[in-house]
């Protein structure tokens, strides 16, 4: 079952803006934080930005003052605003979610399939 859908990528050229999105189906509940990670080829998965059900964010200090997370509860909702892109931020982007499901009976950490970010001139 998909739990998470990204949206939002594509090519973007240096300097540029991009926002990405992704909605968390409805048998997501109780989610405590949602954030985004990175991976480009050859490197391992990275935390980008993460959000708590309150309102806190992080972020790595490679994207910080240019990225910007935030979520909309209601919707289920988090999106990451991307401003000022970089060729090194070039990626596919995932995001993920703290939460239950009743199927599961348990927290658990879900993960979107992946949205492609390809920042070049």
């Known amino acids: 079952q998909v739990h998470l859908v990204e949206s939002g990528g594509g090519l973007v050229q240096p300097g540029g803006s991009l926002r990405l999105s992704c909605a968390a189906s409805?048998?997501?509940?109780?989610?405590?934080?949602m954030g985004w990670y990175r991976q480009a080829p050859g490197k391992q998965r990275e935390l980008v930005a993460v959000i708590t059900s309150g309102g806190q964010t992080t972020y790595a200090d490679s994207v910080a003052g240019r990225f910007t997370i935030s979520r909309d509860n209601a919707k289920n909702t988090v999106y990451l605003q991307m401003n000022s892109l970089k060729p090194q931020d070039t990626a596919v982007y995932y995001c993920?979610?703290?939460?239950?499901?009743?199927?599961?009976?348990?927290?658990?950490?879900?993960w979107g399939q992946g949205t492609q970010v390809t920042v070049s001139s």
């Open positions: 409805e048998d997501l509940f109780s989610i405590t934080h």
């Open positions: 993920n979610a703290d939460a239950f499901t009743i199927a599961a009976g348990q927290a658990n950490l879900y």
